[in-house]
């Protein structure tokens, strides 16, 4: 099954760099933009409906159209490589907003099925 060309968009991915400033604070700045193309839509159904509740109408799902290899590291994190952008949990995606600009989803799981499919949450 191929994913339907009228339905793709262009959209940006950047990757989540945990930081700490002078008083001991945790923050999270991102890091440059890499594009993708994906087809998006808002979250529903009953399972999404379980897990998130309230925050539902802030989920969206996002089917990228690109081969992807899994990669574990050494703390047992695992991430997605498609070409030279490396996808995991906590990243930024700009889905409303230009790629130069702060993103306004979080990626908040990854789904590794024939497509790799993404849940954001809007931030």
């Known amino acids: 099954m191929r994913l339907k ?10 990757q989540a760099i945990p930081g700490k400033d002078n008083e001991g604070n945790s923050y999270t700045k991102y890091g ?28 969206r799902n996002c089917r990228i159209s690109a081969e992807y290899e899994v990669i ?19 990243d930024g995606i700009c889905l409303n907003v230009p ?13 590794p099925y024939r497509y790799l499919t993404l849940e954001v949450e809007r931030i």
């Open 99 to 111: 790629g130069d600009h702060e993103p306004d989803y979080r990626i908040i799981a990854i789904r």
């Open 5 to 14: 060309q009228s339905r793709l968009k262009l959209y940006s991915h950047r």
């Open 72 to 90: 574990a590291d050494e703390k047992g994190r695992v991430s997605y490589r498609i070409g030279s952008m490396t996808l995991q949990e906590g």
């Open 32 to 59: 440059l933009p890499s594009s993708f193309q994906a087809e998006v839509w808002p979250g529903g159904g009953k399972l999404q409906a379980e897990m998130y509740g309230q925050r539902l109408q802030y989920i």
